[in-house]
């Protein structure tokens, strides 16, 4: 397959081929370093699923043993947050 030829005429398998190889260069590696260890808060899940309030406060009780609350305080572990839940 060559870069003249049209999408249109390529084949079902050729087309997942370009797709798979697509994918490998554009997909980066989940980097967890850029997240510090521990978290502080909903604006804290905000920071680590990058989502709105309202989808952290619905995500908090699904985060099991990652979130700790004590009184009004939430800490959230970050690596564990992250095995916890994924979208």
Do not use: H
């Not at 989808?55 to 305080?73: E, F, M, S, Y």
């Amino acid at each position: 397959m060559d870069n003249s030829t049209p999408i249109w005429q390529l084949t079902v398998g050729q087309f997942q081929n370009l797709l798979r190889e697509t994918v490998k260069e554009v997909s980066p590696e989940p980097v967890e370093s850029e997240l510090p260890e521990y978290v502080y808060g909903l604006e804290g899940i905000m920071q680590i699923y990058n989502c709105s309030k309202s989808t952290a406060q619905r995500i908090k009780p699904l985060l099991g043993d990652a979130v700790q609350q004590i009184g009004r305080k939430i800490i959230v572990k970050t690596s564990l947050a992250l095995q916890n839940y994924t979208k």
